[in-house]
């Protein structure tokens, strides 16, 4: 997989970010397998890096999915941000064209979540810049 020319694009993309939101669903109480094939398909590219998280699912909202996901970006060495954005049950009120949704926690919860992403990706990048990671 990893000379695929799509591998490589992604691997880029990566490689230029300062930050990545990862949109995640939840099945069986963790994040999809093709979500982790292409998490593992970077490597270096993700190192001294941002993450924040969206997850959606059931009631819990995706977020066992988002518990399970920190412990891979740790080993991938980057910086996971506390606060997420959660959305539980998105497919009940959105299928209602009057209802507002995502509601107001919802956007709160957003604009939380990319403030404490957006403080990591400026601080991690002077770092970068600074010295390699010492990975
Ligand atoms: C096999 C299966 C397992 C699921 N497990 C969970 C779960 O553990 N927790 C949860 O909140 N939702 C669970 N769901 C609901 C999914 O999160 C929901 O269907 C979601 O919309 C899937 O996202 P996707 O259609 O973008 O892949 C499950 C759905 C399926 C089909």
């Known amino acids: 997989m990893d000379g695929h020319p799509d591998v490589a694009a992604f691997a880029e993309r990566i490689g230029h970010a300062d930050a990545v939101i990862v949109i995640t669903p939840e099945y069986n109480h963790s994040f999809p397998g093709p979500l982790k094939t292409a998490i593992d398909a970077v490597r270096d590219q993700w190192r001294g890096k941002a993450v924040g998280f969206v997850s959606y699912g059931g009631m819990s909202g995706g977020l066992r999915a988002v518990e ?57 990048r002077v770092a970068r810049r600074g010295e390699p990671y010492p990975g």
Do not use: C, I, K
């Open 68 to 124: 399970a996901l920190r412990v891979v970006f740790a080993e991938l060495h980057t910086v996971t941000v506390r606060d997420t954005v959660s959305l539980h049950n998105p497919w009940g009120p959105a299928a209602d064209p009057e209802a507002e949704y995502p509601d107001h926690a919802a956007g709160r919860a957003l604009h939380t979540m990319t403030r404490q992403l957006l403080w990591w990706a400026s601080a991690l």
